[in-house]
């Protein structure tokens, strides 16, 4: 969509961004914005002309995501928090749409990702860190950010529900490792080495029921009380990352095949699943037999009016 001054501040506000007033815009202000929804991420694409702008702070519950903005052409400085960060091309910032933001531009083009403050295993601590520092988006991890968002931003409704969903844990998973070595400032320490070796396997066997801090501990030569110790400082402790994580590949599972809730629910390590059932809507706020529902009436709709007779997506504009 390419609108004036008027409709593009609209079209902003609707796609989850905070307010903002530019200095610089005038009567001959033309934008262009794009959005997408890649699972629970939202992505907009801008091109604006040369701005000055600045966003008040907004009420902490308008805090439900953080946005991670990746430029793709020009140049732009950002302030928030303890951050003045300089962005060119490829260049990462963290932002938080509750505190107030002053930047100013040249004629560029970004990508933002809107993610659920839930998705990123960041403590608050560490976003405070973070607030408008520039990450570096030629190498390592932020690269692979960087690259991912402008990519995502172009091809998100080719996805269907159960692919959107894994690629958007994906991107988040990326996001966070940028985060934290950009926190990490050099060469990581052996107790995160050995926390990022045991996500690693914690990871590659969610679906063995036998998973559980006691057999981690083991495989890893440690005792149980030093596997705590090292996530002590995590926002989730082992066994509610076992959980989390085995949540999130039932849900991708569940939207995007036809196998019953208990059928997936076994699948990744749930032996109850009526306790498996209270986790799912305790987590995500509806029940996971919905999901179910809801792909037999899409495999039914897409039955019942053959290919290409639903109208397919449409860009949200």
């Known amino acids: 969509m390419i609108g004036n001054l008027e409709t593009f501040q609209d079209a902003?506000?609707?796609?989850?961004f905070p307010s903002l007033v530019n200095r610089l815009a005038g009567p001959g202000f033309r934008g262009r914005i794009a959005t997408r929804d890649l699972g629970p991420l939202r992505l907009v694409s801008l091109v604006t002309p040369a701005s000055s702008c600045i966003g008040r702070e907004r009420a902490a519950s308008d805090g439900e995501n953080?946005?991670?903005?990746?430029?793709?052409?020009?140049?732009t400085r950002i302030r928030q928090g303890p951050g003045d960060a300089e962005l060119g091309p490829a260049d990462l910032v963290l932002l938080d749409p509750t505190r107030t933001i002053r930047f100013e531009s040249t004629a560029a083009a970004h990508v933002t990702i809107l993610v659920p403050r839930r998705e990123l295993r960041i403590r608050p601590a560490q976003i405070d860190r973070l607030v408008g520092v520039r990450i570096d988006g030629s190498h390592g991890p932020g690269a692979l950010v960087s690259v991912l968002a402008r990519e995502s931003a172009r091809s998100a409704n080719e996805f269907r529900e159960a692919e959107a969903l894994r690629s958007a844990a994906a991107v988040v998973e990326l996001i966070a490792v940028a985060l934290e070595a950009r926190l990490g400032d050099g060469q990581p320490a052996p107790d995160e080495r050995l926390r990022d070796r045991i996500a690693g396997y914690i990871e590659a066997r969610l679906a063995d029921p036998e998973l559980s801090p006691p057999s981690i501990a083991a495989a890893h030569h440690i005792s149980v009380r030093r596997l705590h110790k090292l996530f002590e400082d995590q926002p989730l402790t082992v066994a509610a990352l076992i959980r989390r994580r085995r949540l999130e590949r039932c849900r991708a599972e569940l939207t995007g095949s036809?196998?019953?809730?208990?059928?997936?629910?076994?699948?990744?390590?749930?032996?109850?699943?009526?306790?498996?059932?209270?986790?799912?809507?305790?987590?995500?706020?509806?029940?996971?037999?919905?999901?179910?529902t809801s792909n037999r009436a899409r495999a039914t709709k897409t039955r019942t009016t053959g290919p290409g007779q639903d109208g397919g997506h449409q860009d949200r504009q």
Do not use: E, Q
């Open 12 to 16: 902003l506000a609707a796609s989850g």
């Open 258 to 292: 036809g196998r019953t809730v208990s059928a997936v629910a076994g699948r990744w390590g749930f032996s109850d699943p009526a306790h498996f059932s209270k986790l799912f809507k305790a987590t995500y706020g509806y029940n996971a037999r919905a999901l179910v």
């Open 66 to 75: 953080l946005a991670i903005k990746v430029m793709t052409r020009g140049r």
